[in-house]
């Protein structure tokens, strides 16, 4: 019988193989495939889904006999064959985009956009060239699939009968659970901090800073949230025998719950808890709900939650059925609650959702040799190696306390120094392991594969997350069944999922002008089970590395690159679908790598150039494939030719720190599946209003020649996050203005609206920013050198303007001689004012109830506050008047009074410089990226 354990084993090729093969996307790709070729989709898919859930059956059990071997290259085969089938298929869909830009030369894309023959599926077979050879080729990478699933057939009927494997599966995932109790171990290491501080939580003495309790509910919720063996049970413990010293809780209940629990049993065990005393089994749950709240009227609980879980579809209706009869307690009654996700807490409805605390290096091996050395009654020198070898040991466990109980315990039972150095070289982490494939195999194949594919980074790479799952869209890893939903949202979904089960964890945010960026890094343990998992697929050249590449991978990292030792190896990788070069010490023979034609995804990250300018190769137009292009650089000019249009495919150009973009042809940029431009810089896209899938564009410019019109911005109505507008002075009319259609990008959350020079009379400018209208769910919005003579009316209340405005930052305009009525933003939390010639602030700021930050920066004209909104919390006043100033800081002057009430105050003492475009004040203080940005794989310890 297999445990879970094994099991676990199994998971490293089992499911990258197999799971892979039943996912929603290789359906979708095999329907893709039978209908191009003509036959009856549906019926082929039936017969397809039989053969494989026959297969399933393989999964689970395959690593007890001896066959497995077979099974693993044959399930290499077929994905490999389906890999094939892709790249057909993607050939076929290339040719279509090639046969559709096909337009006169010189016509414009606006106004071809009404004209445009409607895009045709590729499925049809019409208008793909070279049609017969297509099919062909098709036809035989289905054939083998199929060959493959046969042979697989063939060895499933030489292994024993299957018929009890619901059964044995069953036992095998309920002998791994061992049911907690309150009782922490003898000897807990490195949690003081944490427990106090949960502590403090459950005696309120901390604000939660989060989700709000229920009204009218006596308790509330705190979680404890982490992959299995991290220590979540032992930090509840310690808090729990905490707890039973201090008395401030009567009674104290701990219930293990695990994955399928009853509830009448768990409130069985929850009543036997309150009372001391065991009670007979109840028929009646009535009955049984009745008695816990006499037990528990009147009094003050704690009530702790062990291994929590939430099954998707009924597991928060199950946990509320738990915790129902607990609405009698006394004021201050908490839950604690374990989990491996966070979803599940907040089913619970949790207060706060804590991701359990890493261990650093120095504690954990202090920890582990607690379990390996305590108490051995050994002579000092031997104390000695046996740590030595100790350290050695450790650095493989991936500061798992569980590892670190389960390894040193054995090594406790042989304090041998060979035996030590034997077991150095050993996997130590089979167990650990295991619980973690089990916790793995819960998640959807989808987001699985997206996890998998996160073992190309190096250990504690700091990933970024719209880098991550641009990354994933471009691997043709994401999915979507909703019409109409973008690929990004539904890869963010799966990000999300990762992070509520913790193999994903957020260790930061940094500070951009674009907004906050999350950064997020792997658990070592769930890096080591990632790289088992995607060991076939995925493979990193790391500082120091010495070998040779693995012919068929398909994902490939570079920390460094030396073109001695690994450059002809990746050029033999034909099978090579992302590669991605961190550094650069040398310049790279770019176009050799041309010739990886399946390539997917080419990131370059640290390139430097000799004479500040780029040139890419005209064979660039070989990668058929490529979705993904990242060019990071100092500022340099980047010169692509020609042939760069025909990446039909490509889906992301990051090119961030490029200072100028070159095109070699005049021809318009026929990208149309790009999807985001990430720049620093304006890049000059002529007639860029044809790449209607764009969602990332964070400058344009507006022009007076042809193709880079504000109009361009009409049909780009998926831009979402910050865009910023330049060259405004060059719009003659509120008509072009609306032509922009900004009101329509309801995906769009920051604005920035700039007049480069004042060339254009007041009047023009007013009727320009009254036709530039917001979109409704803008959050930021900063206008730069704006001298109209009014402002329009979506700003001053008689036409509602984007009522989720949380930032505005007005610099260098004019205008406002007197009080008037401005920003009927009920939702604003930041007003910002840079160089400003106004006379007075507006006079209705005191109704601005959300208001928190207020800066004034060298606007000489102010010299008086308004009623300022009690709301506020911090008042910058710099480079102002000096007698408006004073009058600030002189106590009982009106301005003085006008602003007791802020908290936070800042004057001219220390005068900072203001960068060119500032969103808002805080942006001012922006720090430089650490030296473990996600730009570096060096994971700082």
Known sequence: MPDLVTAGAAVG?????????????ISKLLSRCFSYLGFDAKEKLEEFESKVLQLELILKEVEVYPLSDRLEELFDKLKSAFYEAEDVLDDIEHHRLERQIVYPHGRNWVNLLQSAIPMRSCLTGQDTAPHDVSKMELEKI????????????????????????????????????????????????????DRDRIIDMLHDKVDYGQRKIKSGLCYSVIGIHGIPGSGKSTLAQLVCASERKNGHFKPIMWVHVSKNFSVDTILSEMLEAATGNPWPEFKNRDTLQQKLEEALTGKRFL?????????????????????????????GSKILATSRTADALLALDAMRCIPIADMDDAVFLQLFMHYALEGADIDERDRMILKEIGSDIAKKLRRSPLAASTVGRQLRMRLDADFWRDTS??????????????????????????????????????????????LWVAEGFIGSTDAGEEMEDVGGKYLDELVSA????????????????????????????????NRRDCFRIE???????????????????????????????????????????????????????????????????SNGVFSFPASIGRLKHLRYLAFRTGRVKLVFPSTFTNLYHLQVLDIDGCKDLVFSSREDINLLNLRHVI????????????????????FFTAKKEPGYELQQLKHLSKLRGRLEIHGLENVQSKEEALEANLASKEHLKQLVLVWDKDTCCPEIQAEVLEGLYPPAELEKLEIANYHGSRYPDWMVGKQKGPKNLHILCLRSCSGLGSAQKLFEFINLQSLGLYKCSWNVLPDNMEQLTSLQTLVIYECPNIRSLPTLPRSLVQFVLRGCNPEFRRSCETIGDP???????????EFDINQVAVPKTATAWKLHQISPAPPNSPDSPHRGR
């Not at 939430?310 to 928060?316: A, F, T, W």
């Not at 301005?895 to 105050?905: A, F, G, M, S």
Request: aromatic share 8%; glycine share 4%; with cysteine.
């Open 303 to 331: 009530l702790v939650l062990d291994d929590v879980w939430c099954e998707k579809n009924s597991g928060q209706l199950e946990l509320q059925k738990i915790v129902s009869p607990l609405k009698v307690g006394d004021s």
């Open 502 to 533: 913790s193999f994903l964890q957020l260790v930061g945010q940094q500070r951009a002008v674009s907004g906050a960026v999350d950064y997020f890094t792997v658990h070592d343990l769930l890096h080591e089970l990632a790289e088992r998992v």
């Open 425 to 470: 070289k050993r996997d130590l982490l089979k167990e650990t392991m295991g619980a973690l494939s089990w916790s793995y195999q819960q998640l959807d194949e989808q987001v699985r594969r997206c996890f998998a594919y996160c073992s190309i980074f190096p250990r504690r790479y700091r990933l970024k997350r719209d880098e991550l799952i641009n």
């Open 543 to 609: 500082n120091g590395w010495t070998g040779v590449l693995p012919r068929n991978v398909r994902h490939l990292f570079v920390e460094t690159y030396n073109k001695a030792m690994i450059a002809e190896q990746i050029l033999e990788m034909e099978s090579l679908r992302t590669l991605i070069i961190y550094r650069h010490k040398q310049d790279i023979p770019i176009d050799k790598f041309m010739r990886l034609k399946k390539l997917r995804v080419l990131s370059m990250l640290s390139v430097t150039t």
């Open 679 to 698: 720049s620093s810089a304006d890049l000059n896209f002529r007639n860029i209003g044809g790449l209607t899938s764009l969602q990332t564009l964070s």
């Open 142 to 193: 289905l054939n083998k699939i199929e060959n493959n699933i046969n042979e697989a057939l063939k060895i499933l009927a030489l292994l024993p009968s299957h018929s009890n494997h619901k059964e044995r599966q069953t036992v095998a995932v309920n002998s791994r659970i061992e049911v907690t109790t309150a009782v922490p171990p003898p000897v807990v290491i490195g949690r003081d901090m």
């Open 895 to 905: 301005n003085w009074q006008k602003i007791q009430h802020i908290t936070n105050k």
């Open 13 to 25: 090729w089992g499911i990258s193989a197999l799971g892979w093969v039943v996912s929603p996307i």
